[in-house]
């Protein structure tokens, strides 16, 4: 900062010199009186150094924070003071490292919530394979078929790993096609038949006139109604009723799936879609939400989750119609 302030201070100096004199090495004009031209002289670079001093300080902050940022300390901040471009400069780095900090902490939590997912069938699976190797139990179907699920687990966890990774990072492949929503809807529905009848759950579906086609992958959009089937059956209990819906939505599709279940506590409804998160008496890892919203974001649409405790939740995700050809 210091060799920096000493250039700039000689150039303002030159240029100075060369506006009152007319050029290096050449005699003063008359009728000037050198002491003045001094004293202005000495000003001007009084005002250029404390210029540059404003703006050396807070840059020199701003490199401060980013070494620290460059050593793994995202906790890092930085005064916004200066003139206005290194105030913006001061914003910037802020919002920057915010960010940072936020994804390491998300890295950290997405990595405890893997080891803490992974831990139990691991447990199960070694436990068993140690009973056999040490002859405590046989090897026969009772012991080998927990290490079966238990291995389908990890695998189902890694596969959703992976779908959640790629969708986020906007590399999900999409086999869009022209695809009709309301039979999305009818073969969803129809796979979850027997399982809300098994259930004692009313399982409906109605479409709106005039739905438009949608341009998606006709496969994701079936595994997010999927996922949001099978959370409303779970939840709906003996004697409830679960209706899906799908209407024209302003040039979009809007596609509800309500019930009459338990609904969602109000402090956890903010955070169904994150990373495992789930209700004590749901399966799965808790990844289910978080890979519908990145699917449906994926093809550009969105949704949502309203719900009352006692009265039911209702899901809500709107897709953009298929442009006219």
Sequence with gaps: ???????????VVGLLLRLVWGGFGQAPPRGVPVPLLLLALLLAVFL??????????????????????????????????????????????????ARLEANEAQRRDLLADVTHELRTPLSVIRGNVEGMLDGLYPADEAHLGPVLEET????????????????????????????????????????????????????????????PELDADPVRVGEVLANLLSNAVRHTPRGGSVTVAVEPAGGQVAVTVADTGSGIAAGELPHVFDRFVKSPDSGGAGLGLAIARSLVEAHGGTITAASRPGHGTTMRLVLPAAADR
């Design 48 to 97: 250029a150094g404390r210029a540059v001093r404003r703006m050396a300080a807070p840059i020199g902050d701003v490199m401060e924070a980013a070494d620290r940022v460059a050593g793994g300390d995202y906790r890092a901040r930085v005064q916004a003071r200066g003139p206005g471009e290194v105030r913006r400069l001061a914003r910037s780095f802020n919002q920057m490292a």
């Design 1 to 11: 900062m210091f060799a920096l302030f000493l250039g700039l201070a000689f150039v």
């Design 152 to 211: 389908a687990v990890m695998a189902r966890l890694l596969d959703d790993l992976q779908t959640l990774s790629t969708a986020e990072a906007g590399v999900l492949r999409l086999h869009r096609e022209r695809v009709d929503p309301t039979a999305l809807v009818q073969d969803a529905v129809a796979a979850f038949r027997a399982r809300a009848d098994g259930a004692g759950v009313a399982l409906s579906w109605r479409a709106a006139a005039g739905v």
